[in-house]
Antibody, heavy 121, light 113 residues
Framework: EVQLLESGGGLVQPGGSLRLSCAAS????????MSWVRQAPGKGLEWVSG????????HYADSVKGRFTISRDNSKNTLYLQMISLRAEDTALYYC??????????????WGQGALVTVSS | DIVMTQSPGSLAVSLGERATINCKSS????????????LAWYQQKPGQPPKLLIY???TRDSGVPDRFSGSVSGTDFTLTISSLQAEDVAVYYC?????????FGQGTRVEIK
């Protein structure tokens, strides 16, 4: 059974930093691209960042480019999102999501339960 | 960026009746490699992550009931629930995966009338 477990969320002041982790199990993590998708309270879904299976091909939404860094450790079956210079508008539930196919195609069949990030003074 | 526009924002349908959700993309999301539209539909119930219902505009994911169907006409996409059940109360999102940034519609809330 595919499981994705996010951790590392919390309350942080504007300008602060946070690192999210996503522990994956139930599939061959090193074969699949992964993404982070966020959802502000009461709002819709926004894709944030994606990374291919090897970590070489990385994409960011313009809203986080230069502030967020996605990475993965295939030896630990873990996906990361390092966030710096956080803003109030980054407040959201951050989902880790497994891509459907091994190659490309940014849509997601499996999602974690999310990690809540709150940016507030 | 490709803008996905969903309508209506919400709808109330009687149990057993048909629910229709529309989604329009600002430009074509047709993959010429397989002649399929790169469009997915998700269902999100309160307090839960999204669940993939349909991809390639009309292919149901494994385990999705056949009362859910997707169709396309040009850049207009439709998700149809043929006979609404109580467990279908949720917010539904369309999403294009043709090109980055990968974008969602704003969501359609489905309720029981």
């Amino acid at each position: 059974e595919v499981q994705l477990l996010e951790s590392g969320g919390g309350l942080v002041q504007p300008g602060g930093s946070l690192r999210l982790s996503c522990a994956a199990s139930g599939f061959t993590f090193s074969n699949y691209p992964m993404s982070w998708v966020r959802q502000a309270p009461g709002k819709g879904l926004e894709w944030v960042s994606g990374i291919d299976s090897s970590g070489d091909d990385i994409h960011y939404a313009d809203s986080v480019k230069g502030r967020f860094t996605i990475s993965r450790d295939n030896s630990k079956n873990t996906l990361y999102l390092q966030m710096i210079s956080l803003r109030a508008e980054d407040t959201a539930l951050y989902y880790c999501a497994k891509h459907y196919y091994i190659s490309g195609s940014f849509f997601w069949a499996y999602w974690g339960q999310g990690a809540l990030v709150t940016v507030s003074s | 960026d490709i803008v996905m526009t969903q309508s209506p924002g919400s709808l109330a349908v009687s149990l057993g009746e048909r629910a229709t959700i529309n989604c329009k993309s600002s430009r074509s999301v047709l993959y010429t490699a397989n002649n399929k539209d790169a469009l997915a539909w998700y269902q999100q119930k309160p307090g839960q992550p999204p669940k993939l219902l349909i991809y390639w505009a009309s292919t149901r994911d494994s385990g999705v009931p056949d009362r859910f169907s997707g169709s396309v006409s040009g850049t207009d996409f439709t998700l149809t629930i043929s006979s609404l059940q109580a467990e279908d109360v949720a917010v539904y999102y369309c999403q294009q995966y043709y090109t980055g940034p990968w974008t969602f519609g704003q969501g359609t809330r489905v309720e029981i009338k």
